[in-house]
C-alpha cells in the first residue's frame, strides 16, 4: 500500500487495510511517500519486499499532481495497481474503485443551495458516498501481462479497451 504520510487520513486507511489483510490471506507492506521523489523511491523498493500489487492511497498528491508518475512506474516496475479515482485508469492505469467524484461534487452544490437558502451547516446531516465506480484498463492489463476474466469485466462500470 502506497500512503502519503502528510495526509491525515492516511493511518485510518493503512489499519483498516491491515485489518482485513488476514481475511485475504494477504501480507501488506506500506510504503510512503510525501512528494514526488519518494514516490520513485518507494517504486524501487517494491522488489526488496516481493509486492505483487499495489493500492494507492487516497490522496491528492497520488490523483492529480502525480498521478502520471505513479501510472509510468507501475508499468516500469510491472506491478498491477489499483487507485482510488476512475480518472486515473483512464489515463493508463490498471484498475479503480472509488467513490464518484461527479456525484460528490453534485450533493455539495445542493448542500451549498441549501445553506444559502438560510438553513445552517450544523443542522444538515453528514452523507457518505453511495455511488462508487469500478473501471478496468484492459489495454494497461495486456501491457502487464495480465488477463482480466471476463466475469471480473462484467462486474466493472466501465471497461476501456
Known sequence: MLV????????????????AAPATGLQIVVLKASNGGEIGKAFD???????DAVLVGADPLFDNSE?????VLAARHA???IYDWRDVAVAGGLVSYGSNLAEG?????IYTGRILKGEKPADLPVQQPAKFEFVINLKTAKALGLTISNQMQLRADEVIE
Open 67 to 71: 498521478r502520471d508518475q505513479l501510472i
Open 45 to 51: 523498493a517494491l522488489g526488496q519486499y516481493k509486492v
Open 4 to 19: 502519503n504520510p502528510t495526509n491525515p487520513n492516511s493511518e485510518t486507511d493503512t489499519k483498516a487495510v491491515e485489518a
Open 105 to 109: 461534487y453534485r450533493l455539495a452544490g
Open 79 to 81: 506491478v498491477p495497481a
